[in-house]
T-cell receptor, first 109, second 118 residues
Framework: GQNIDQPTEMTATEGAIVQINCTYQTSGFNGLFWYQQHAGEAPTFLSYNVLDGLEEKGRFSSFLSRSKGYSYLLLKELQMKDSASYLCASMDSNYQLIWGAGTKLIIKP | GAVVSQHPSWVICKSGTSVKIECRSLDFQATTMFWYRQFPKQSLMLMATSNEGSKATYEQGVEKDKFLINHASLTLSTLTVTSAHPEDSSFYIC??????????????FGPGTRLTVL
């Protein structure tokens, strides 16, 4: 079956670094997406990885290991506005997104 | 960037009535649009995929006669919840994708519609 696993909730301190992990098992693989979703709002796109390695985009970086079925989202210099849910999604062989349940990130001052 | 709008942003209706939600791609043509439903503290659940000019493809367990989807143009898709019941209360989100296999274009999401059925 298809499955995406990510932690339910994480807590971090303002100014610190946090890594949100995601493991995936999908029928075929056409890339791994990370989205940010604030409470009551729709998701917004953060990153897309299809090749192994690290993609850096400002304070956010995303890593992919296809052989391990593993990705992580790294957030640096955390700000209070980063408090949100972070959704991991794998695109399968039919180009459909298979979504994880999301990781709620709580930032404390 | 790609902008997707949804209307209305929230709606309250009585049980048994029908509600129509519009999803528009404002600055691009969307060959494919997706409709999702999200219950509190849960992930997005894909309801259906619609391609312009053809019938929508519904996910298993989603009643196509209850959730009517029309994708009449490259910029507009509508979801009609017919004979809504309290259990249909949810956050409905649409997304749009430019190409058939333009995976790097990603899906761009609308702001969502919160439906409450009394």
């Amino acid at each position: 079956g298809q499955n995406i696993d990510q932690p339910t909730e994480m807590t971090a301190t303002e100014g610190a670094i946090v890594q949100i992990n995601c493991t995936y098992q999908t029928s075929g693989f056409n890339g791994l997406f990370w989205y940010q979703q604030h409470a009551g709002e729709a998701p917004t796109f953060l990153s897309y990885n299809v090749l192994d390695g690290l993609e850096e985009k400002g304070r956010f970086s995303s890593f992919l290991s296809r052989s391990k079925g593993y990705s992580y989202l790294l957030l640096k210099e955390l700000q209070m506005k980063d408090s949100a849910s972070y959704l991991c999604a794998s695109m399968d062989s039919n180009y459909q997104l298979i979504w994880g349940a999301g990781t709620k990130l709580i930032i404390k001052p | 960037g790609a902008v997707v709008s949804q209307h209305p942003s929230w709606v309250i209706c009585k049980s048994g009535t029908s509600v129509k939600i519009e999803c528009r791609s404002l600055d691009f043509q969307a060959t494919t649009m997706f409709w999702y439903r999200q219950f509190p503290k849960q992930s997005l659940m894909l309801m259906a995929t619609s391609n312009e000019g053809s019938k929508a493809t519904y996910e298993q367990g989603v009643e196509k006669d209850k959730f009517l989807i029309n994708h009449a143009s490259l910029t507009l898709s509508t979801l009609t919840v017919t004979s809504a019941h309290p259990e249909d209360s949810s956050f409905y989100i649409c997304s749009a994708r430019v190409g058939w296999r333009e995976v790097t274009d990603t899906q761009y999401f609308g702001p969502g519609t919160r439906l409450t059925v009394l």
